[in-house]
């Protein structure tokens, strides 16, 4: 195949993307299973998908949190949640300081919720152990926790109105 005879195409959907290089029958070919084959199957994995947008975490948080030089402070009073609304509150403002270049991990050690909570250590282990059964929280090393894109969800769709409240 001669380079003048080469047609290339990129395609970009969501987070798919394909580069397609070749002949103008071979890209045609590969094009039209793109959007007859895959596309549709895309679109509905797509329904199917949980995301949070990182925006519109932030925009929920208004007012809730605050971002200041020395960190993500709290602005509620968050002590009249229950102890895993509470948890998950403090893995949200962990997460939070992680995506504003607060913080180097968007996890916390169960002592930090421990502090965080002022909890006892059977409490939190118990919510914790709850918390990742539920798909809310997962553990990412010993002693160590973040909150899911699930357990985002559920904090936007249920903390945050009873904070703002």
């Known amino acids: ?4 005879k080469k047609i290339e195409v990129y395609l970009k959907h969501k987070d798919f993307e394909k580069k397609i290089v070749g002949e103008v029958d071979e890209v045609l070919r590969e094009l039209i299973s793109f959007l007859t084959e895959i596309y549709p199957k895309m679109e509905l994995a797509s329904k199917l998908s949980l995301t949070v947008d990182v925006n519109d975490l932030i925009n929920a948080c208004q007012g809730i949190i605050a971002v200041t030089p020395e960190g993500v402070v709290t602005l509620v009073d968050v002590e009249a949640l229950p102890d895993k609304e509470l948890i998950l509150f403090h893995l949200v403002k962990a997460k939070i300081s992680r995506l504003l270049n607060k913080s180097e991990k968007e996890s916390l050690l169960i002592s930090d919720i421990l502090s965080s ?3 006892s250590v059977g409490s939190v282990a118990g919510r914790l152990s709850e918390l990742c059964s ?7 090393g010993k002693g160590e926790y973040r909150i899911t894109t699930y357990g ?3 904090f ?3 903390i945050v109105p009873k904070l703002k409240g």
Do not use: A
């Not at 195949?1 to 003048?4: I, K, P, R």
């Not at 539920?134 to 990412?140: I, L, M, T």
């Open 152 to 154: 985002l969800d559920y």
């Open 134 to 140: 539920e798909g809310f929280v997962e553990r990412v």
């Open 117 to 119: 909570t002022k909890h």
């Open 1 to 4: 195949m001669s380079e003048e």
């Open 156 to 158: 936007l769709k249920n």
